[in-house]
């Protein structure tokens, strides 16, 4: 199986996460440090809609200028735009199996798609 995680590594639930992937026999971990790679507009949405949650629910608002900004309220497309234009507004990690994709906080949520 493959997965990639979205992560960033100064954050313990994205490093917890990429350790239970990397301790699962038979998992191929593709790594993205989306801060330095950040995925695109449409590879945001479709995340998203795989997850089945809209991209305001997976905004980052701990120690960003989210809430400030409006876009706790925004619609999907303000939203993403300011992801793709801010990845730390990115809440993490994200990963995605062939399962499906998951915002892995609690880190436990990882288990839904493995």
Known sequence: MKATIWHNPNCSKSRLALE??????????EVIQYLKNPPTREKLAQLYR???????????????????????????????????????????????????????RPPEKIEEIL
């Not at 239970?20 to 971990?29: F, M």
């Not at 409006?70 to 999907?76: E, F, I, R, W």
């Open 50 to 104: 795989d997850a089945g949650m809209a991209a305001r629910d997976g905004l980052r608002t701990t120690g960003t200028d989210a809430k400030e900004r409006g876009l706790t309220d925004a619609d999907d497309d303000t939203v993403l735009d300011a992801m793709v234009a801010d990845p730390r507004l990115i809440e993490r990690p994200l990963v995605e199996t062939g399962k499906g994709v998951r915002l892995c």
């Open 20 to 29: 239970t992937l990397q301790a699962r026999d038979g998992v191929e971990v």
